[in-house]
Every structure is written in C-alpha cells, then in structure tokens.
C-alpha cells in the first residue's frame, strides 16, 4: 500500500546504489551537487501528497523541462504543424547525435532530444512574445508556486557549453528545420533545462498526464485527455534518452529524465512521481531514481502493462 | 462498448484506406494474398470472443512470431542468458539493418528486429533438439486449434531470400554471439515466419499478454506476471519496426507486427486484439490494421495511456 | 605535343559535354554563370602559358582556395600543428558531411573537405592579423596580378547560406578544435572561396606545385621542396571531393577542383594546368574539365602513374 | 644512389621501431611469425635486383594479393563489368566495414577492400574454370618462381575466421552484387591471401606497375599501359587500407600492403618496391615497412609527386 513508509523504505533500499554511477560534470553547477542528495514525491490523483528523503529540495530539471516545454507548445499549434518538423520515434543513438539529423534531412526523431526539443523551442520563440517568462508561469502554475525560477548560473553556464547544440541547430535551420535566430532560442532552452524545482513541485506540476489532462494541483485542464494520452506515448517509448526500454521493461511507466538526476513518471488514472538521485547510469539516467521507481511498481504492482 | 457490431462498423471506417499502402513483395507467397482481406478478431478477459471480416482466415504472421519465439525462449533461459546476447532499446533504424549490428559489437537493439530475432533462434537451436517442432506445438496448444501448420511455400520462399539475414548471423557469428551453424537456424527462423494463423488464432494465442501470463484459452501459465509486464514493455517500445513511436502515440496498446499485414496487441487486464489487412505502411505495419486499433483504442477508451 | 592548337582541340572534343551537368545553384551568383563558359591554361615549368577558350575570364575559384590557405598556414605553423588539428586521409563521404566528423571526435578527415579547410581558416585566424586581406596580397603575388578581388557579391550570398558550415564550425568547436569565433573565421572562409580568377591566374598561381615549392611565376620559394610533395600527395588523395579516385584514374594528376567548375591539377617537374567549365558532374568535380584534363594527359602521355 | 649498400641502410634505421606495432593476430598462423624479420628488394627496370635483410623469405602475402586479383580480372572482362559492380574511390573506413557497403547498396567502394576483393574473386570465379590453380600460374610465371604456393595452413585457418567475409558477401549477394556460391569463393580469396612469396618474389611480380604494363622479369604485356596507369592509381588512392593519403604524403608511391607486413611499391618508370616487416600501425599497414619505403623515396629522391 501506498505510504509515506513505503517510500522511506524504497529509498533505504536504492541508497547503497550511490557511488556506482556519476554525477554529470559538464557544467560545475550540476557537478557539484551532492551525490548523496535522494528524494521521492507521490501524487496521486485523489491528492494525497506522499514524500521521503529530500523530496522538497529544489534541483536543475535539465530534460524534464522538454515534457513541458512541449506541453506549452501543444497549446500553441495545430497538431501537424508541430508534427511535420520532428518525429515521434525513438532515436537508437545518443541524446546530442547530430548522425541521425543530417540522415533524416534536419527532422529529429522526437521531441525528447535535443534537437526535437530545439525545434520545440524554435516553435515557442515563433509564437510567443516572452517565450522564457511564458514558460515559467506556466510552470509556477502548475506547480503552485510561484517561488520557482530559473537558476540564472546554470543556464549561463549552459550557454557557455552551447557549441554542440548550436551545431544542431544551425544543421537544422541548413534544412530549413529552424526559423529564428540561433542564440536567443538557444538562451531559452537553456533556461528551461535551469529551472530549479523539487520533487513535490515536479508530482503536482505533472500530474496532468496522471488525470487525463487536468492538473490534480489546479483542477484546470492543462491538455485534452487525447493529447494527454498521446504524450503519455511519447513519453513511454522516448523519454528517458537511449534507455527507454530499458526503463519500460523495469518500471513500465511513462517517464522523462533529466540529467540532474530527476525522472518523472506516471500512472495514468493513478499517481505521479518524482525522484531525485544526482547519479547517473550510462543512457544518462538517474540511477537510483530509477531503481526507486523500479521498486514503487513492484511493490504497488502498479504499471501500464 | 465492445461488440461484434463495433468491430464492424470499425472495419467499414478503415476499408477505405485499402489501396493506399502496399503489399509486402519480397517473396511471391505474399505478393499475392489480396489486398481487400481484412479481419479483426478480439478475446476478452472474460473469454469473450469477438470478430468481423476475415477473422477466421488464415495468413502468414511473419513478424508477429518473433513475439512467440521470445516468449518460447523466456521459459528456456535465465533472463540473463538472453539479455547479454540481444538489448532491449528501440532500433530507430530500418528492421533489418546491418549498420547499428556492426557498431554495437553484433549485440541487437531488441529481440523483435531481425538481426534480434535470429539471435533467440539461436538460442532455441541450441537447447531445443527438435525447435521447428516445439515451436509448433506450443503455438498449437495456445491457439487450442491442432490444425495450425507452417506454409511450406513461404518458408521456402524465404529461404530462397535469406543472403540479407544469413549477412546478419555471419555478422553475429564473427563477433560471437552466434553459435550454430547459419542455415539451419535461419530455417527454423523462416518456418515460424511462415506460420499461418488467423485472427482468431491469434488472438487465443497471444492471451496471456492480456493475463498476466496465463493463457485465457487454457488457462495454464505460459509465462510469470513480471515476465508478462517485461514482454509487454518491449512491445510496446520494440514491436512496430521503427513505427513503436507512431502506434503507441495512435494506439497506446504493447502490440507486433508482421509484413503479412497482421498485429497482435494487447490492453493489459482487459482484452487481446489481433487485426489483419495485407497492405503496409512505410514502416512495414498494417495500414489499415493500425487505423482498426486506433479507432477500436480510442471508441473503447481503452489504451494504456 | 603541347601547342595552344591542341588545346583547342580538347576543347572542341570536350564542348558536347555542355549540357550534361549542373552548374552549382545553391548561391544566385554561381547559378547565373553562363554553362557554355570553357577555358583552359597550361603553365609549363619553362615558363610558356597556352590556352584556349575563356581562359583569361574570372570565375569563383571556390574550394580551389582550400589548396591556398592551406599553403599560406604551412608557412605559418609546425607541420604537428596542423596536423594534430585535421588528417590526411580521404572522407569517403560528402564534402560538408557531420556524420564522419562526430564519429571521429570533431578531427576533420583533410584540410579539403569544409571541415578541414574550416579549421585551416581557424588556424589563420588565429596567427594572422588581417587574414583575408594577407590571403589577398598572397594570391596577388603568385598570380602576378595586384587585380585579383574577393567577389563581394559571392562572399556575401555564401554567408546568408552558411548554416550547415556554422554547423560544422560549432561541432568542431564542441570538440575542442576551433578556438575563434564562427562568424568571423566563416566569414573569411567564404572570401577566400569568393576569390575571383582565371585559368591564366590560376596556373601562375599554383605553379610552385610543379617547380618543388618555386613560383614559376615570381621565382620565389612558397613552401620547401618536401612540403610541395607532401601537398601533391594530399592533393591527389583528397583534392576531388568524394571522386579522387576516378580523378586519379582518368587523369592522374594531383589537383583542386571547386564547384565554380574550375579545377588545378600539376604534373610535377612539367606543367600546371587549370580548366574552366561551370557545370558540374555528381561528385561536384567539372564535368568537361575533367574531360580536358583525361585527353590532356592522354595525348601528352603525361600523368604521375 | 640505389646500392645494396643505401637498403641495409634503410633497414638499420628503421629497425629500432620494431617493437612499437602488432603483428597480425587474428589467426595463429600470422601471430606466430617472429616480429624481427625485416626484408626489402627493390627491382629497376633495368633489370637489377638490390636486396637486404630477410628479402627471399616468403610470407604471407595477404592483401597484397588483391593486385594481383585485379590484374587477372582487368584481363577477363571489359572495364565497365569490372567498375559497374566495385567503384573507385577510397572507402574512408576500416576495411572490412559493412556500413558503408550497406548504405552504397552493395557496391563496395574499391577493389581494394575486403568486400571490393571479394566481389573481384566472384568475377574470377564466374569466368574461369579453375580460379585458384589460374592465380597460382598466373603469380609463378609473373615471379619466375615455379615454388611459388598457397599456405594451406593459413588458407584453412582463414576459412575458419571467414563470418565477416561471409556476411560481406552475403550482404553484396542481396543487393544482387555477388553471384556465386559464398563459400567456395571465400575458398578462393583466401587462398589467394595465403600465398607465401618473399620480397624478390613480389618485386618481381609486380615490375609491370613501374613498366606500362610490361613484366622487366619475363618481358611480356600483363596489362596495357593505360590500364597500368589506372591500376597504378587506384593503389595511390586505395591501397593502404584507411592510410591511403599518409602514406602517399610520407612515400609518395602507388602501393599495396597486407597484413602479414608486406608491402609493394612502385616509382613508374623506374622501379618496383618490395619490404616486409610484420609489425603493423593501427591502419594494418607494415610499420617499419611503412618507414623504410619512405626513407627510400626521400633519399633517392624518387616519388610520383
């Protein structure tokens, strides 16, 4: 059964996992957050928060933020124009691979790498005046706090170590896959990667795609139950970079990571989740989070298959 | 709500996109089956049978057997012993590439890409003394129809358009992990791809997807409920060739497909669906067979998502 | 024997090829460039010029500078220098191809392709002070010519299409090997492939390629005896694009082409010989270019092999 | 001066770099040859044969013999049914890659690759009634040495490792670019690789490259002088597997090397090039061999550029 105890005790049992992974160091700002640094929040869709460890401790989202990003972008466009300028596939290849876009004509795989996630960021810079501003309301929204921010040196810090996504998207624009000004939307995708958000922020401002669409913390419909369904698919065989089988086959829920250590995932009709753990497997993985979320749907013998 | 009627009425809406896909033509035995077949047949927890069209005729499955092949060789080995040999991630390449084969050392992304399935061939030749037979007989008892058989021409047939297959196993074999001599493996390969079965049968067959491992025809446990779970993740992340994406977003159903233009899929707790139209879409699936789930998932609100 | 009459013969066997290409129309101010325009020069090491046709008309010599720069930065680094930053061997792939240049860390395969010659442009930008105009003053000397010009039009029209360089730039730099700023060092880049010459200027230009490193021209030493040998030697393996091969079979000459439709080639200890005719074949080489210099070096019996 | 003198020269100052490659060890017969054996012969065309060191032990020629393949095949058929199924151009990868040859639809790149080799022996193999017995007359004639034979040890040994070659050529045989049975032709590419001569034998051999055409050994037409001309640049471009352009930038020669550490060289016009020695650098070329046939061309002050 479901409880705080429950979680307290999946997260004794992941604890001797930490040590065997790495915490990403391309940036100082994320290498230098403790490893030792574990939390888990539950949301479910009755509303019963349910944390353990560290769940209210604030974290770079990193890739998280691609679910939302593309969320905002959902609301923005008709369903094909989006879709006509990247795919729903899974990408075989790692996250940044500029291999597969220049194979596929500058048309990356999903919205979940970096380059699908450039191309949703260039359709956000088209539409919206602020698109960073925008974001971050949405996201305060969500959430129900109107305490959360962009950590202003990580994203700073993102844009000095821009040049491989800047090659991205400058391949992409060469196909005529990217209509703005590289940098400035480039500054925005990093700023979305540099929200800082806790466990408990990530389980109410997901819980959307738990409730068909309408978000447990606001009780506004955030996306039609269809798009809710369809992201939730999108999720399930591309969200977690090159280790979505791997993650479907062990903890069979919808899911994103980020490179900071967090995964969120859900139950549709249930729950959502979010855990922490800064250590990484080698797809890019939290790997304590995801030996926790392993453990909750065993346990729960809650899954989507 | 699920009937006879509903099937029906979905085979109507979806008829019309006949002639807009293609045949699958690499050998004769298929190139000729008519493209106007179309069958839907579904079995429901509660043992319900449903059908429309042609549910009751025969076709080659072709892809869909690496499902039973895997699940075959699931009972025969510790997990371990297969998931060293074939990966459990998306391909996000063509079903029968050589070039990821070649880069990730001879080990293939999953077990439902050729290079995948050959390898659990392999592994059914060297633990089973008579694995054509086998293979029959636990298709037979699954189905509860003695009559099922291989079509002879069509394993033939393949056998005659091998060379790309037999590129994978030497390929497999020169970075060891192939241990039997190419050609009688690929025989049995192409036999359980040759298998003829209908809708009906298949639907009886694949049941236990939709049980928790234990086959609604029988009753008898197939597989365990983890080893159901873990299927049904890779199908739904690996089943489609390089469309996983695409039918998940669609369909949201853990799901395989076969050249001959049939899939098997699954709603876990709920109900096995197995659709037939022999014309194919880019990726190789059904065309109007996907259009009959979608339109089934999303009349039904049943999916996983 | 090597009369200005039998250059006009080559011509007139070569014209009829006019018609069977396709002049480079990426940029409005190649595609404009009449198809029928067809020159050739030959510099002998004794100091005679022959030509024929439009053999004294200015054209964009493009890649053909890739050949200049490179020369200008072996007078300017350690030959490790270069070396460490960009290889020897031919791509095998597309000149302006990433896939290669991720796999092998961001290291371009030869200074000829756009990669390469890209970081040549890094490397003389960051020792020169004034890099184009340097380049310009040393194209002068060679060619005897203080009218040699950028063609501003070109250069700009290459930089409003410099996407997939500033890809390339950036993908390099991701790699740690470009150290400059991307637009200004492209914005060099496309001036020296915005140089405007003819045959005329072109065979006194790289007349040092036949003379052990000595201008034919000015009678100074451009680069030592072993260096003109070792740039032969890249020439002929790397200096056709992804046809070196056919281009060493048919002709067997080191030599440059550029998609302008000009093409240097040299028989070392007799002659420099540069051709002209704007349509070009699949590889990007002159069609009849490469045709004037086979029947060249077939009647004079003259060619490396 | 070309003396026996400058050889042992040679020899003595690139025997300190044995002990810095990696003698061949994918078949024990290969890994067992003692890494110190180091030989050269060096044929003029005017008939005199210069040696030093370990030049009349034979050894396993292995690539080499691709020349020699070719050269019997330039004989057989007319170019465009050589050139219509291999192409012309440096691969720009390891030898034995099967990713590219996927991507270019079966053509391999060059005769000198595994895959180009192995669809020359099928052409051997097409027309002629006894391919293997006709290449062993055909090398003991060009050698003038009726010992000449195949390393059954190494032939058997190779068949043995033969998976990749294998699924090479069934690769080729699915795009319709391979036309005999795979191994019998394997049997015989093999045992063409396994032929055993010594550095005489090979300079011998190979005197038509440096004479038009014309054997200096037996004084009759191999080929004519313009398909010496082509084969000679093919070798410049191909021939040393990913190493083609260092080693015309280092020698400047067109050559063949083997992994059994032999390599041949040609001055056109001047004189044939034989060394060995087994240690090989991380292109598979002879190392040392490598280093002598540069400090050749530079103190002779011969090269083709």
Redesign the interface.
């Known amino acids: 059964m479901l409880t705080a105890h429950l979680l307290e005790d999946i997260l004794d049992q992941v604890r001797p996992l930490i040590g065997t992974g790495h915490v990403a160091s391309y940036i100082p700002a994320l290498a230098k957050v403790p490893a030792t640094k574990l939390g888990i929040a539950v949301l479910t869709n009755q509303g019963d928060m349910l944390t353990a460890g560290d769940a209210n401790e604030a974290f770079s989202i990193q890739s998280i933020s691609k679910a939302l990003s593309l969320t905002l972008a959902l609301g923005l466009y008709a369903p094909q124009e989006i879709w006509q300028r990247v ?7 790692a996250f940044n ?4 876009l ?2 596929e004509q500058g048309i990356p ?2 919205p979940f790498i970096n380059a699908g996630a450039i191309v949703v960021a260039d359709l956000l810079h088209s539409r919206l005046s602020a698109p960073r501003q925008r974001l971050l309301e949405f996201v305060r929204q969500l959430a129900g706090d109107s305490h959360i921010t962009y950590d202003k040196v990580v994203a700073a810090s993102e844009m000095m170590h821009s ?2 996504n ?6 992409m ?2 196909f005529g896959n990217f209509n703005n000004e ?1 940098l400035p939307v480039l500054n925005n995708y990093f700023h979305a990667c540099a929200l800082k958000m806790s466990c408990v922020d990530l389980a109410r401002t997901f819980s959307y795609l738990a409730n068909q669409g309408v978000s447990i913390e606001t009780g506004h419909a955030v996306i039609s139950p ?1 798009q ?3 992201l ?3 999720l ?3 969200g977690l970079y ?5 993650f ?2 062990r903890v ?1 829920m ?1 899911g994103k990571s980020g490179v900071g250590g967090g995964i969120i995932a859900v139950v ?1 009709g249930e729950m959502t989740v979010a855990v922490w753990s800064p250590e990484l497997d080698s797809s890019g993985n939290s790997l304590a989070g995801t030996a926790a979320l392993e453990l909750l749907s ?1 346990q729960l013998g809650r ?3």
Do not use: H, W
């Open positions: 795919g729903k596939e899974p990408s075989g290849q691979s500029l291999i597969q220049e194979m795989r999903n040049d491989r800047a090659a991205i998207a400058y391949l624009r060469s590289v269809t809710t369904k369809q939730n698919a999108l399930a065989t591309c090159d280790g979505a089988g791997e479907a086959y069979g919808p549709p065993n899954s989507i298959f």
